[in-house]
């Protein structure tokens, strides 16, 4: 499946973006879906996973702020980012997996002013 990624930004603190990842090339309702983001001089992360069944976790850091979902319809996961803090700065990764295929997308940067 290819992934891409579209819109990351620059927002003040405090403030909300809307992530999204459209899929192509495969059977996107069969796949989880997940969201990592990597800082700098970081390692990557997981920030939330959404399963072929609905079912979604998420890194403590972002509870309560962030959600996950997806539309099957249209191919496309979402994250939608609320109460951005300038820890939230980093390059947002779309990533989908099942069995031994895991796919990742090229990334998109959120940037979060203070």
């Known amino acids: 499946v290819q992934l891409v990624e579209s819109g990351g930004g620059l927002v003040q603190a405090g403030g909300s973006l809307t992530l999204s990842c459209a899929a192509s090339?495969?059977?996107?309702?069969?796949?989880?879906m997940g969201w990592y983001r990597q800082a700098p001089g970081k390692q990557r992360e997981l920030v939330a996973r959404i399963t072929s069944g609905g079912n979604s976790n998420y890194a403590d850091s972002v509870k309560g702020r962030f959600t996950i979902s997806r539309d099957n319809a249209k191919n496309t996961v979402y994250l939608q980012m609320n109460s951005l803090n300038p820890e939230d700065t980093a390059v947002y990764y779309c990533?989908?997996?099942?069995?031994?295929?895991?796919?990742w997308g090229q990334g998109t940067q959120v940037t979060v002013s203070s």
């Open positions: 990533n989908a997996v099942r069995g031994f295929n895991i796919s």
């Open positions: 090339g495969s059977i996107f309702s069969r796949y989880t």
